[in-house]
Nanobody
Framework: VQLQASGGGLVQSGGSLRLSCAAS????????MGWFRQAPGKEREFVAG????????KYADSVKGRFTISRDDAKNTVYLQMNSLKPEDTAVYYC??????????????????WGQGTQVTVSS
């Protein structure tokens, strides 16, 4: 599967953005999907993930209650709705796909396909 992320940009603190990740191929529904982010000088960290059915989601504690991950298998797309953004959310956001495990993993090494990243900048 090939992934293409979009939707990043510059937003003020408290604002919202929706990221999209479009996947190619006919097997999108069989992938666990995740969003990760990486700020300058920091390691890539898990943000949110969704199961193959979309029935199970997982979030990093830092984004719980503010971010929502969803998927539309008919459109081969996964979304990340980000509300109440904070300056510390500034990072490059990556979508990722996994068939290594049926569980939603928080470890980037368990994802075998990655999008190119989209920059999110939150100003204070």
């Amino acid at each position: 599967v090939q992934l293409q992320a979009s939707g990043g940009g510059l937003v003020q603190s408290g604002g919202s953005l929706r990221l999209s990740c479009a996947a190619s191929g006919h097997t999108f529904s069989t992938y666990v999907m995740g969003w990760f982010r990486q700020a300058p000088g920091k390691e890539r960290e898990f943000v949110a993930g969704t199961s193959t059915s979309g029935g199970t989601t997982k979030y990093a504690d830092s984004v719980k209650g503010r971010f929502t991950i969803s998927r539309d298998d008919a459109k081969n797309t996964v979304y990340l709705q980000m509300n109440s953004l904070k300056p510390e959310d500034t990072a490059v956001y990556y979508c990722a796909a996994s068939r290594i495990s049926w569980r939603i993993s928080t470890y980037y090494t368990n994802y075998d396909a990655w999008g190119q990243g989209t920059q999110v900048t939150v100003s204070s």
